[in-house]
């Protein structure tokens, strides 16, 4: 239980910092639920991904699976290694060879799942604070 409320909080955070905060700076209320036009579009994830900036949360997210910790200490660092090193050459690729019709296509779908993920890990963080706040009565 604790695992899952520590993964849902950091999920939180790293989609606050990449799709609420830069909302909030339009000046929109804090309530407001996110326009699809403020969240960043697919292109631009995959741009953040091929800088790199997965190799951390991809260690943190898998030391919460059982498949992932029943490997040996060796086997789990080239896991992580190649997630680190395979996923932004992936995303590379795709920026670099993907026509612009396809990520226009792919947008709208994009949209539809990134706010659908903002609404589960709300209610995520949400119901793990209801717990928090019932357990303390």
Do not use: N
């Amino acid at each position: 239980m604790v695992q899952k409320v520590v993964v849902a909080v950091v999920v939180a955070v790293v989609v606050l910092a990449t799709c609420v905060l830069p909302a909030m700076a339009q000046d929109d209320l804090p309530g407001d639920p996110p326009d699809p036009s403020e969240v960043p579009s697919l292109r631009d994830v995959f741009t953040l991904v091929a800088a790199g900036a997965v190799g951390g949360i991809v260690a943190f997210l898998f030391e919460r699976f059982k498949w992932f910790q029943v490997l040996s200490g060796d086997a789990r660092w080239w896991v992580i290694m190649g997630m680190s090193l395979g996923l932004p050459l992936l995303a590379q690729v795709a920026l670099q060879f993907v026509p612009e019709s396809v990520w226009a296509l792919l947008e709208p779908y994009w949209h539809s799942v990134a706010l659908g993920f903002l609404a589960f890990i709300g209610s995520q963080v949400a119901h793990a604070f209801d717990k928090r706040s019932l357990s303390a009565l």
